[in-house]
């Protein structure tokens, strides 16, 4: 019934375990409090938008439960805890009035946080834009990023040096592209030039609110950003397939990192987006402005992709399946990249459809380490849906996402083992939650949600997990079940 794994790989002490959830996924409570509505709430009540209907209205009712969750996670033993502000939960609109009842949510969850020994790692901006922003053309504006700037600034007062680590973005690349080019993610446009904008604005976003940041909070603050980083695979050595990876790297990754990190844009993307914009919304002293120092990049890691230099037709859309019969988009995410075909990866998969290949994570903290030596890293989100069942027992026997993560954080080590400088490691998710276009059928939990009463129970991942803290040695996959 077990698949035995190699285990003994252990952890330096300093090494922080902790587990990740965002806003809108969990907290439900989305008209109390004064918060206002989110570009996740308008696109979630479209029809079609989002699987089965769903909507984070009630979510895993975190907003209710933050003293129980807070306990949860202790009994686990999670050294830190990856958690996201909603925006329109503090400012309603985005702009002018802050929401105290909405900050003070905030400074009480960290506060019991860092009372029960847990480190805040907080992100500032994972998806749920203010809808009174979007009004006004959220990230295609460029007056969003300073806006931004000023919501980091007030949190940066509230919380203060409570905050273990302030990331500014989560996963800009979903944030662009699958808001505003494929449209599959709020506020659900497909118009690739705005994507292209969106991607300036968000890293302008970032730098600004670095800045806030340690202007509030000194040297001290530590900086973060999250990247979906993609690890794509050319399917062959020929040319013109190293050439189509270059393409999907240089939308992909490189128009995050070297901006972020060097200063500039790649050369290459001018030429590969022509015909869709002319980068004009990049102004005088914007670079200067997004690269700020950091002081950790999060890495966020689910699988990895195969692509050809296309052979055939042209693929209409973004040449995904779609969601469980849901029509994918028509318009592809992948900006200057018609003539890239994906391939099919050989599997096993997860719920998502997503390959499991944990060697990929291994080669991307190595491949960063060896371009940024003195950047330490964190990977702050790794998991897996699967289809979980509920037992006879009323425990949830998870042992492919126990296998999932032994692999994932074994394939952590390696990179340690290669050098990579990575300081912890963030389960996704702490709770089965709001899967955006997927709503409630994906559970990437460690801790089950019944979403008839919100009834929290560890799955056997969790009780694996809390054995792997507490030794700070990889366990064999099949050891959790025998766990109590
Ligand atoms: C990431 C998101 C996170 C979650 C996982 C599965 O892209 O940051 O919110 O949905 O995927």
Redesign the pocket.
């Given at each position: 019934m077990t698949t035995s794994r190699p285990s003994g790989r252990q952890f330096p002490a300093d090494f922080l375990w902790g587990s990740a959830t965002?806003s809108y996924?969990i907290e439900g409570a989305a008209t109390e409090g004064g918060r206002g509505p989110s570009i996740w709430d308008t696109f979630s009540a479209k029809p079609g938008a989002v699987l089965n209907g769903d909507t984070g209205a009630v979510a895993a009712d975190h907003y209710h439960r933050v003293p129980e969750d807070v306990a949860l996670m202790q009994g686990l033993g999670l050294q830190a805890y990856r958690l996201s502000i909603a925006w329109p939960r503090v400012q309603p609109t985005g702009s002018g009035e802050f929401n105290q009842e909405g900050i003070d949510f905030y400074v009480d969850l960290v506060d019991r946080l860092v009372e029960a020994g847990i480190a805040p790692v907080v992100t500032l901006y994972?998806?749920d834009l203010p809808q009174a922003l979007e009004d006004a053309g959220g990230w295609t504006n460029r007056e969003t990023a300073y806006r931004f700037a000023d919501y980091a600034r007030r949190m940066a007062e509230a919380l203060g040096d409570k905050v273990t680590v302030w990331t500014t973005l989560?996963?800009p690349w979903?944030s662009a592209y699958l808001g505003y080019a494929s449209g599959v993610h709020a506020p659900g446009r497909t118009d690739q030039a705005a994507s292209l904008a969106a991607v300036h604005h968000l890293n302008l976003a970032h730098g600004l609110a670095a800045r806030a940041v340690r202007d509030v909070l000194g040297d001290s603050a530590q900086v973060s950003i999250t990247l979906?980083l993609h690890v794509t695979r050319a399917a062959s050595d020929a040319p013109e397939d190293v050439a189509a990876k270059q393409q999907v790297d240089t939308v992909a990754n490189e128009v995050f990192l070297q901006p972020l990190l060097e200063g500039r844009y790649p050369e290459q993307v001018f030429a590969q987006t022509a015909a869709v914009s002319d980068w004009s919304f990049v102004q005088d002293g914007d670079l200067e402005l997004i690269r700020q120092p950091i002081d950790l990049l999060g890495v966020?890691y689910?699988s990895t992709g195969r692509v050809q230099r296309l052979q055939g037709e042209p693929v209409v859309g973004d040449g995904s399946p779609g969601v469980d019969g849901h029509k994918s988009s028509e318009v592809s995410p992948w900006v200057g990249c018609d003539d890239v075909e994906w391939l099919p990866q050989p599997g096993p998969h997860t719920a998502?459809g997503w390959n499991i290949e944990p060697a990929g994570l291994t080669e991307l903290l190595v491949s960063l380490h060896e371009r940024y030596p003195s950047l330490p890293l964190a990977v702050t989100?790794n998991?897996a849906?699967f289809a979980d069942e509920v037992s006879a027992d009323g425990r949830v026997h998870d042992l492919p996402r126990v296998e999932y993560l032994h692999d994932h954080i074994d394939a952590v080590g390696a990179a340690m083992d290669a050098g990579a400088d990575v300081r912890g490691y963030f389960v996704?998710?702490l709770m089965d939650n709001f899967?955006?276009a997927y709503g409630y059928d994906r559970r990437?939990g460690i801790v089950r949600v019944d979403y008839d009463t919100c009834e929290r129970t560890l799955k056997d991942s969790a009780l694996w997990y809390r054995d792997l803290i507490a030794t700070r040695t990889i366990a064999p996959a099949g050891t959790a079940v025998t766990l109590s």
């Open positions: 965002a996924q994972h998806w989560n996963e979903c979906n966020n689910y998502m989100e998991g849906a996704w998710s899967e955006w990437f």
